[in-house]
């Protein structure tokens, strides 16, 4: 009677998956051994095949963004929150800490998240937290604490802008923004806080701070325009100085900054001289 023992031994492999963007891999996936052995004198035969199967992995992966960019007609680009809620700022944030607390903070709850990952378009060395009064943790943008507002409902709502006059959609590309200071009152700053002045002597849109004046007293311009709803963009304008700076103008007043202001918040060029004064929103000079 014949004997025939068959012998298989399958070998499985592992096969390295590569993640990205449309990865092929061919790879062998069994190896068979079949040993036979056959009557008479002894013969065995030994025959090894190797199986293969190609395969096609694809792997999309969406980064999650924490703080997203869209846009609205009437605003331009504003800030949200990973779902597209809008995101604010606070005038009386003067000095970058939160003053919005009590019933204030109940219509405009404080943004923040663990995990700071803004979308492309912004850059996370412009985020940073504060720890508020209350002990809660929120997230700044530029210094200015970010807020939500409770009259928002769904993505795309900017209920908030201009509220009061202190409330302003988080925008990446302010030129100008105001600032609210007990003592101080209304008056207008660089995008990151920094106090913006008037110059008593100088004469409607001309600048007479030069040389060691302008030393001091650096002129403030950029090469675009971008401000708050509240203020009225016909109040500004550019001039081009006799050092070839271009210098920003409102309402008839060129505007400067101070070297001894060092940090947001600061306004000790107030009244220095009896001809230096901070930018009221008012474009009204005191009287010397």
């Known amino acids: 009677m014949d004997t025939r023992l068959v012998s298989i031994g399958i070998i499985l492999l592992v096969v390295g998956i590569a993640i990205g963007y449309g990865v092929s891999a061919v790879a062998p996936i069994a190896t068979r051994t079949v040993t036979t052995t056959v009557p008479g004198p002894t013969k ?3 025959s090894t095949y190797t199986t293969t199967q190609s395969t096609t992995i694809t792997k999309t992966m969406e980064e999650k963004y924490t703080i997203k960019l869209a846009y609205n007609p009437r605003v331009g680009l504003y800030l949200t929150d990973e779902n597209g809620m ?3 700022f606070f005038a009386k944030d003067y000095d970058g800490q939160s003053h919005c607390s009590g019933e204030c903070a109940t219509k405009w709850p404080v943004f923040y998240v663990e995990n700071i990952n803004p979308s492309p378009g912004l850059n996370k060395s412009d985020f940073g937290v504060i720890t508020r009064p209350d002990g809660k943790k929120q997230i ?4 200015w604490p970010l807020y939500y507002f409770f009259m928002d409902k769904k993505p795309g709502d900017i209920n908030g802008e201009g509220k009061k ?11 100008v923004m105001i600032a609210v200071k007990e003592g101080i009152g209304m008056y207008l700053v660089t995008p990151d806080g920094m106090t913006l002045y008037y110059f008593a002597k100088d004469n409607y849109s001309m600048s007479n701070c030069y040389g060691q004046c302008a030393a001091k007293w650096p002129p403030y311009g950029d090469n675009k325009l ?3 709803s509240t203020l009225n963009i016909t109040d500004f304008s550019f001039i081009l100085r006799d050092d070839g700076k271009i210098q920003l103008v409102y309402k008839g007043h060129p505007l400067y900054l101070w070297i001894n202001d060092h940090k947001r918040g600061d306004t000790t060029g107030q009244g220095v001289k009896n001809v230096w004064y901070v930018a009221d929103v008012s474009g009204i000079i005191p009287s010397s």
């Open 44 to 46: 065995t035969v030994t």
């Open 86 to 88: 809008t995101l604010y």
């Open 140 to 143: 700044t943008y530029k210094g």
């Open 165 to 175: 006059g202190v409330w302003f959609v988080a925008k990446p590309d302010y030129t």
């Open 226 to 228: 971008v401000i708050p």
